[in-house]
C-alpha cells in the first residue's frame, strides 16, 4: 500500500464528510461529535467547520487525509488557537482511520503530517490533543510521537449512559 498524506481541500468535501460520519458510527466513544450532530448539520457544513482548505488559501489550520491511490483511507485535523494568550498552541483533533486499516502506519503518517506542519508556524510552541483512554493504540501513537500526558478529564463524554475518560497529552515543539 502506497499511502499519500495531503492537506484536504474543499473540493474533497464529500470523501471528507463520508470517512468523518464512517468515524462518529464506528468509533462514537473517541469523538466529542456525535454522528447525529454532523448528519443534521449536512455536507455544506463540512469545509466551514473542519478546515477544509479554499483552493489556493494559505492558513493555520490544516485538515489531512491519507490517499490509497484516489481513496481517503484516514484523516486528522490540526487547529491553532485563536485568542491571543493562546496563539502559541494548536491541537490536533478528529484523528481516525478505519479498524480494519489500522496497524499499517496510517495513523502515524497523519500525526506526522499534522506535526510537521504545527513546526512550519511561527511563535506555535506546543500541540495539544485528547485521547479516550479506551483508544490505546492512538495513545501508543502519541506517546511514540513524544506526546505526555498532563491531565485526565473524568468523564470527559457520555454515550448512552456510559461515560469515558480522555487523557489529555502535549507535545512541546522547543
Known amino acids: 500500500m502506497g499511502i499519500e498524506v495531503r492537506i484536504l481541500t474543499e473540493t474533497d468535501s464529500e470523501i471528507f464528510w463520508n470517512i468523518r460520519l464512517r468515524a462518529l458510527r464506528d468509533n462514537p466513544e473517541s469523538f466529542g461529535s456525535s454522528y447525529e450532530d454532523i448528519l443534521e448539520r449536512g455536507i455544506a457544513s463540512t469545509s466551514s467547520t473542519h478546515s477544509l482548505r479554499k483552493t489556493g488559501v494559505s492558513s493555520d489550520d490544516a485538515t489531512f ?47 506526522q503530517a499534522a506535526i510537521n506542519h504545527a513546526r512550519t508556524l511561527p511563535q506555535l510552541e506546543q500541540i495539544n490533543l485528547s485521547v479516550v483512554l479506551v483508544n490505546k493504540e492512538a495513545r501508543l501513537l502519541f506517546v511514540s510521537q513524544g506526546f505526555e500526558t498532563y491531565g485526565l478529564e473524568r468523564h470527559a463524554l457520555k454515550l448512552h449512559e456510559q461515560y469515558f475518560d480522555q487523557e489529555l497529552m502535549a507535545l512541546h515543539l522547543n
Open 65 to 111: 487525509g491519507a490517499f490509497d491511490g484516489k481513496t481517503l483511507v484516514g484523516i486528522a485535523a490540526f487547529a491553532r488557537e485563536k485568542d491571543t494568550k493562546k496563539r502559541h498552541k494548536g491541537q490536533i483533533w478528529g484523528m481516525y482511520v478505519p479498524q480494519e486499516l489500522r496497524g499499517q502506519g496510517i495513523g502515524k503518517a497523519l500525526l
